[in-house]
C-alpha cells in the first residue's frame, strides 16, 4: 500500500490530503480569499498526519498541484513539496489543477468539462476534459469572448467550473453551457491522479521541479510621482 502527501495550494483553497493507493483517508482545507497558506500549510501537514495516525517516515510520495494558478500559491506548495522530499527523500509528484477541477465533476458520456482559473482582466486559464478526464485540448491562457469554447458546446452540456467560469457566465450564451464557479482544487481529486503516476513511477526532478505559471509573472509597481 502506497501512502501519498497531497498538496493543493494553487488558488485560494490551501488544501492537504493523506491518501492510502488512491482513496483520501484524511483531508485538511481552508479556503481562505487572503491566501494564509503560508501560516496554514505545514500546520495542515502536520494535523493530517497526526489524524491518520502516521509520521512523516510513513509516507512514500509527496503530490503536489503543479499550476496553472496563483504564483504565490503554487511557490508555497512546490517549496513545502521539494523541502519534504529532499529531506525525507522522497519521490516528487505533480499532479495538473485544471485537471484536478475537472475530476470533480460527475459526467455522462459526450459531455465536457472545461476548468477555467481567472487571471487577468477577461482572461483565464483553461483546459478542456471528456467525461473520462482526459484532455480534449490542451492548458491555455486566453480571453474570453462570445467565441470562446464554441466548438465544444451543441447538444450535450458542457460545465465550466473553477473561478474564470464566473466571467465567462456574462459572455458565453449557449444553453448547454453550465457554469459553477465555486469549484475551487483540492487534495481529495490528487489522489487518483498521483496513485497513477505513483504506479508507473512518473516523479518529478526535485532539484529543478517549478510550479506550472503558464505566462510569466508580473510584478506591478508603483508608478513614481
Known amino acids: 500500500?502506497?501512502?501519498?502527501?497531497?498538496?493543493?495550494?494553487?488558488?485560494?483553497?490551501?488544501?492537504v490530503g493523506i491518501s492510502k493507493d488512491d482513496q483520501i483517508v484524511v483531508l485538511k482545507e481552508n479556503n481562505a480569499v487572503n491566501y494564509s497558506h503560508s501560516e496554514q500549510?505545514?500546520?495542515?501537514?502536520?494535523?493530517?498526519?497526526?489524524?491518520?495516525?502516521?509520521?512523516?517516515?510513513?509516507?512514500?510520495?509527496?503530490?503536489v498541484s503543479k499550476g496553472p494558478g496563483s504564483y504565490t500559491g503554487l511557490r508555497i506548495?512546490?517549496?513545502?513539496?521539494?523541502?519534504?522530499?529532499f529531506s525525507l527523500d522522497l519521490p516528487l509528484i505533480s499532479t495538473p489543477t485544471l485537471q484536478n477541477i475537472a475530476c470533480q465533476m460527475d459526467l455522462e458520456p459526450g459531455e465536457l468539462v472545461i476548468s477555467a482559473l481567472d487571471a487577468r482582466r477577461m482572461e483565464v486559464y483553461s483546459c478542456v476534459y471528456d467525461h473520462q478526464y482526459r484532455e480534449v485540448r490542451e492548458t491555455r491562457a486566453e480571453i474570453i469572448d462570445e467565441a470562446s469554447f464554441a466548438e465544444y458546446v451543441g447538444e450535450k452540456r458542457v460545465y465550466l467550473v473553477g473561478s474564470g467560469a464566473e466571467k465567462c457566465r456574462g459572455v458565453l450564451q449557449h444553453p448547454n453551457f453550465i457554469f459553477q464557479p465555486?469549484?475551487?482544487?483540492?487534495?481529495?481529486?490528487?489522489?487518483a491522479?498521483?496513485?497513477?503516476?505513483?504506479?508507473?513511477?512518473?516523479?518529478?526532478?526535485?532539484?529543478?521541479?517549478?510550479p506550472y505559471y503558464l505566462k510569466d509573472f508580473v510584478l506591478q509597481q508603483k508608478k513614481k510621482n
Do not use: R
Open 1 to 15: 500500500m502506497a501512502i501519498l502527501l497531497h498538496l493543493e495550494t494553487a488558488t485560494t483553497n490551501c488544501s
Open 182 to 191: 465555486d469549484v475551487v482544487p483540492s487534495a481529495k481529486e490528487m489522489a
Open 193 to 210: 491522479i498521483a496513485f497513477e503516476k505513483f504506479k508507473s513511477k512518473q516523479f518529478e526532478d526535485v532539484a529543478y521541479f517549478e
Open 77 to 85: 506548495g512546490v517549496s513545502a513539496a521539494k523541502g519534504l522530499c
Open 41 to 63: 500549510l505545514h500546520v495542515f501537514i502536520k494535523e493530517a498526519l497526526k489524524e491518520a495516525s502516521l509520521s512523516f517516515t510513513d509516507l512514500d510520495a509527496v503530490a
